[in-house]
């Protein structure tokens, strides 16, 4: 393939990059075994080996494969046994997948506003907060609140990324999620996982995604004495062996994506209205964060990068205070569930009305990086970005 076409499927991202049927070892297995459902299997399941490879490789007590983050989410939030109505803290700038995941539940979303680098605020948060889920955006290690019983850490954009302490994002809250969505570090098309130290707290999650069921592998599943009602969220073997062959690369892509953040730093031109977003060494770097002096610019910087076919993003797409999920307080149920309990509650929490936040998303324009690229390949992109920024 000509660097030309490899430079512009840079938005085709990371892991996908890494789809191969001469390395789908995995795969090829478990469609050999002709058993594709994890709990019918006679030798350990793929979703096994993929929890079990998971717990190890990011010091996870325990580990749940689900279909999606969505799902990882509302299982973490479910588990905690709220009452229909209890609010849940969320990040103002983050998926709306989150947001729709905390109402499905029956719980009420509050964003809360960020900081510079798009994380969660936790000194806006109220003194009494049961529930707060923490998105780390873009790789980037957001700092967990202290003193809050249930801490959910969203790690859907941030698998492998770890904080300073050395411990992996998703790991040091009550729960942590991540998705293998197209889009993700990771990729089986869409696929989810949940990570929890707490050996109760998996039990709940585990009997919940199975039907609310005590199932034995290999035998129709049991239900006790006082079982709660659930719903499917199992994995099956296709997805689970994908993803493992997917792991296989994960330190890899980790270190390209450090490669090449060095190599496009290094490169961007000496502007004044121009600034590289500092991020934190244990970031998982899917992405350079320009900020821009205006929106002008900034919007400028999107033509002229548009033109050149240089992939970038944006991130206003993010604001969930101005989201229609959220703005409308629309709900499918006839009495408006679970909107219907959230008289009272704030719509959100900002310092100044999410002005600063709002400037900020404005002024601030990302650029992927490709950890497939060799260097010579990724410096020719930089390059290219380079001349582009300069040309404003
Ligand atoms: C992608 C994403 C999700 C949803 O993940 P799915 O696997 O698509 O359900 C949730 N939160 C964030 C921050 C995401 O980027």
Redesign the pocket.
Known sequence: MTLDKRLGQRFLPYGANYLDWSDMSELRHAIEQGVLFRYQTETESMADRLERRVGEQLGAGHVLAVH??????RLALVSTRPRAGDVVYIPAV??V??AG?VLSTGLIPVPVDVDESFSLDASLLPPDAQRVVV???EGAVAPLPEGVPYVIE?A??ALGAAFPDGRHTGTRGYAG?F???H??ILTSG???LLVTNDPAAWQVMRCYHDHGSARVPGRYPTWNEGAYYGENFVTSEEVAAIQLQQFRHLDDILAGLERHYAITAQELPGRRDIGLVPRSAGDAKISLRLRLESRELRDAAVARLSTRGVAHWTLGKYFLPEHPVLTSRNSLYADGFPWNLADGVPRAISRDGFARTRSLLDRTLCVPLSPELTEAEQRVAAKTLRQTLESL
């Open positions: 999606n983050c969505t799902e990882a989410l983050t998926f997948a989150v995941a998105a780390h955006m969203d859907a954009q999620t998705s293998f969505h889009n993700k869409e696929g989810g």
